[in-house]
Antibody
Framework: QLQLQESGPGLVKPSETLSLTCTVS??????????WGWIRQPPGKGLEWIGY???????YYNPSLKSRVTISVDTSKNQFSLKLSSVTAADTAVYYC????????????WGQGILVTVSS | DIQMTQSPSSLCASVGDRVTITCRAS??????LNWYQQKPGKAPKLLIY???SLQSGVPSRFSGSGSGTDFTLTISSLQPEDFATYYC?????????FGQGTKLEIK
């Protein structure tokens, strides 16, 4: 079964760019059955879908973040990445990567999550 | 954008109780509705997809129903490990959205 693992800095300064990577194991990121997504959860709050990417590079972003988000995929490393620019304290959250199963239309596998704090 | 509203926001119940959580969409999402369970410090876990299909490995005491705008998650007999926060999520169209969560606590 798929396993996903987030990595990246846990602390980012305001106005800088948050960068995270998700490494996929147990399956190929080039599978036609999955989109690869990012979801975040501010401390004590609910879940927000950020966006996802297909192995071909097609991306879909939440319009609320679209101007600041870039999701990319590296099939050679079986990884996909998130960049969120011009961060503020409101971007402090646990960031999860997750697989979206195209045929079941659900997020079936999740990483453990990584807390990113925006602070100077 | 589609708004998802769960009720109640919190719920106290006892082991063995039957519990129902409701999720309402701001427009019809047919059956594109998923339910997740989240325990403190952990990632959400998929329980139900397509409104009523039980994810592999999930106990049969969990069930889902509904279509259109109104959906329910039912736990037929609460077990100690079921005390957690539950989220619904629509995958009818992007941007995908989640309900605000229902925290299930021990009475």
């Amino acid at each position: 079964q798929l396993q996903l693992q987030e990595s990246g800095p846990g602390l980012v300064k305001p106005s800088e760019t948050l960068s995270l990577t998700c490494t996929v194991s147990g399956g190929s990121i080039s599978s036609s059955s999955y989109y690869w997504g990012w979801i975040r959860q501010p401390p004590g709050k609910g879940l927000e879908w950020i966006g996802y990417i297909y192995y071909s590079g097609s991306t879909y972003y939440n319009p609320s973040l679209k101007s600041r988000v870039t999701i990319s995929v590296d099939t050679s490393k079986n990884q996909f990445s998130l960049k969120l620019s011009s961060v503020t304290a409101a971007d402090t959250a646990v960031y999860y990567c997750a697989s979206y199963y195209y045929y079941g239309t659900h997020f079936g596998y999740w990483g453990q999550g990584i807390l990113v704090t925006v602070s100077s | 954008d589609i708004q998802m509203t769960q009720s109640p926001s919190s719920l106290c119940a006892s082991v063995g109780d039957r519990v129902t959580i409701t999720c309402r969409a701001s427009q019809s999402i047919t059956s594109y509705l998923n339910w997740y369970q989240q325990k403190p410090g952990k990632a959400p876990k998929l329980l139900i997809y397509a409104a009523s299909s039980l994810q592999s490995g999930v106990p049969s005491r969990f069930s889902g129903s509904g279509s259109g705008t109104d959906f329910t998650l039912t736990i037929s007999s609460l077990q100690p490990e079921d005390f957690a926060t539950y989220y619904c999520q629509q995958s009818y169209n992007t941007p995908y959205s989640f309900g605000q969560g229902t925290k299930l606590e021990i009475k």
